[in-house]
Structures are given as structure tokens and as C-alpha cells.
């Protein structure tokens, strides 16, 4: 079966640095994507990674490794707002979503 | 750009009555929609896949019968969800993808239902 798997809840304090792990097992490869969603919203895109390595997009990077299934999404100078839900979601190979259950990430001033 | 909207945002209904909810593709043509379900705390779930100009692919466990769906041009998908019950409840998300391949999907910000 497909598997996604992320923690559940994370906490941090303004200012710093977070690193939100997720780990898959899929049918079939087309990139991994993080998402972040506040809650009784949609989620919004953050970042798309098909080739190994790091991608680093502002305050937010994203890492992958295929080799071992793995990704994380790091977030830096964290703010208040960035308090949500984080979703890790690969594209198989039928180019469908598989969705992890999400990490709910909580800022503490 | 890549602007998807839903209407309604929130919706109230008494159980079995039915309720449409529309997903558009503002500023593109979206060839292929998806419709997912989200209950409280727990990840998006794909209810279906729908391509423009054909019948829609269910996900394992969901009834095509109670959730129709119809996209019947480039930008409009629309998910009926039938005699409506309080399990029905939910958050509604649609996404919409440009072109068969592409990997980005543009979502949509939404419809709770409740089902009294």
C-alpha cells in the first residue's frame, strides 16, 4: 500500500528554527509537495521537489532524498503566523496525490 | 494567476435535502479537477477525479450515486451531494490541474457543509 507518514503535532518558539520530517512509501515517483494549512482553509503550495536535494525558497526550504523515501520541510525566523497544519503529499505514477496526515505545527512567543 | 473559487463557502443544510457546490477555474482552463473530503484533524481524502467532457473516476468507498459530479466545460466542475446525512459533514475542497502531466493543482479555499 501507499504510505505517507509525518508527525502529528510539532511545537517551536518564535524566532526559530523548525524541521518537519515525512517519510513515503508510493507506487511510483512524481515529486513531493509541502503544503501549509491554516485552519478551515484550503492548503496553499510551498514547494515541489522531483530531484534530490535542497530547495530553499525564502524562510522555508525543502529537502529531498529518493533513495530513502524522505523529505523534510525546514522553516527558519519562525513568525506567529506560520502556526498550521503542514501536509506532505507525493504524486504517484498515475499522477495522484497521496496525501500524509499532517503535521499541526504550534508557535509559542 | 491560477485562481480556483468554490461557492458556497459554508453551507447549512437539514438532512436528505441535496446541495451543489461549484469549483471554477478563474483565469484558466483546468482539463482535470479533483474533489477531496477533509473531517476535522485528519489529512485530504480524493473523492474523485473528474476530466472536462467525461464521467468521473471514484475513489474506492465513495458512492458515484450520493456524490455526482459534473464537469461540463474547461472551468466548472460541480460535486451534488445527494439526500444529504450528518455524516456528510465535512470540509469540501476542490483542485484543479491545467494540462494532463502537469503536476501542480491549484486548490480551491473550500465549502464546509453541516448536515443537521
Known amino acids: 500500500g501507499q504510505n505517507i507518514d509525518q508527525p502529528t503535532e510539532m511545537t517551536a518558539t518564535e524566532g526559530a528554527i523548525v524541521q518537519i520530517n515525512c517519510t513515503y512509501q508510493?507506487?511510483?515517483?512524481?515529486?513531493l509537495f509541502w503544503y501549509q494549512q491554516h485552519a478551515g482553509e484550503a492548503p496553499t503550495f510551498l514547494s515541489y521537489n522531483v530531484l534530490d536535494g535542497l530547495e530553499e525558497k525564502g524562510r522555508f526550504s525543502s529537502f529531498l532524498s529518493r533513495s530513502k523515501g524522505y523529505s523534510y520541510l525546514l522553516l527558519k525566523e519562525l513568525q506567529m503566523k506560520d502556526s498550521a497544519s503542514y501536509l506532505c503529499a507525493v504524486m504517484d505514477s498515475n499522477y495522484q496525490l497521496i496525501w500524509g496526515a499532517g503535521t499541526k505545527l504550534i508557535i509559542k512567543p | 494567476g491560477a485562481v480556483v473559487s468554490q461557492h458556497p463557502s459554508w453551507v447549512i443544510c437539514k438532512s436528505g435535502t441535496s446541495v451543489k457546490i461549484e469549483c471554477r477555474s478563474l483565469d484558466f482552463q483546468a482539463t482535470t479537477m479533483f474533489w477531496y473530503r477533509q473531517f476535522p484533524k485528519q489529512s485530504l481524502m480524493l473523492m474523485a477525479t473528474?476530466?472536462?467532457?467525461?464521467?468521473?473516476?471514484?475513489e474506492q468507498g465513495v458512492e458515484k450515486d450520493k456524490f455526482l459530479i459534473n464537469h461540463a466545460s474547461l472551468t466548472l466542475s460541480t460535486l451534488t451531494v445527494t439526500s444529504a446525512h450528518p455524516e456528510d459533514s465535512s470540509f469540501y475542497i476542490c483542485?484543479?490541474?491545467?494540462?494532463?502531466?502537469?503536476?501542480?493543482?491549484?486548490f480551491g479555499p473550500g465549502t464546509r457543509l453541516t448536515v443537521l
Open positions: 473528474s476530466n472536462e467532457g467525461s464521467k468521473a473516476t471514484y
Open positions: 483542485s484543479a490541474r491545467v494540462l494532463a502531466g502537469l503536476v501542480e493543482q491549484f
Open positions: 508510493t507506487s511510483g515517483f512524481n515529486g
